[in-house]
């Protein structure tokens, strides 16, 4: 799927640093149809617990940060479609938090490997959109302190038809589009074509 748009004039905010996890990692938690991600590296990641913040009523002994993960499972028990695109294996951290939610793991999280995959984007419902550099991990998405992140840029956008073509290149490689004539499929897992 090759493709140029032509040039118009398209809204957008750019992004760097923390504001990753400002304008991309927090409206997940929002998200109410679907969240969709493509990354080259999956790795566990480590949010604020918005029942510990500041004006809420605390619970003695938790932390104040949780796995993305039990935000994902919230968001499968609410009938959001997950899914993830990655070009390896998750780290091991992450499969190990995966193991703790099995609503996530049969399901409610759907998850493929393709070694191929290098692009990075988040699509929360349909409607809002990242493209950029940051993979969906604590470093590239500004989770981590400030001397600790990686220098990443992005941007966000709500318009129609980029989001259109995006999801249209994530659907045909997440249905294995690209399968049978893809010279790296000795590496997949399972191939779908």
Known sequence: MDFALPARP????L????AHYDEVVQPVAEAQRSVWI???NLKELM???????PGRR???GRSAYRSVLEVFDELAARGVELRILHASLPSRPFRDELDKHPRLFK????LRMCPRVHLKTVIVDGARMYLGSANWTGAGLGAKGEHRRNFELGVMTDDEAWIDEVQALYEHV???????????????EAPLG
Do not use: I, N
């Open 38 to 40: 493509a990354t080259a």
């Open 10 to 13: 398209v809204r957008l905010q």
């Open 15 to 18: 992004l760097s640093g923390k």
């Open 174 to 188: 997440w249905r294995g589009g690209a399968c049978r004539e893809c010279k790296l499929r000795q590496e997949c």
């Open 58 to 60: 605390r619970t003695r």
């Open 47 to 53: 949010v604020e617990d918005p029942r510990l913040q």
């Open 107 to 110: 399901g409610g999280l759907q």
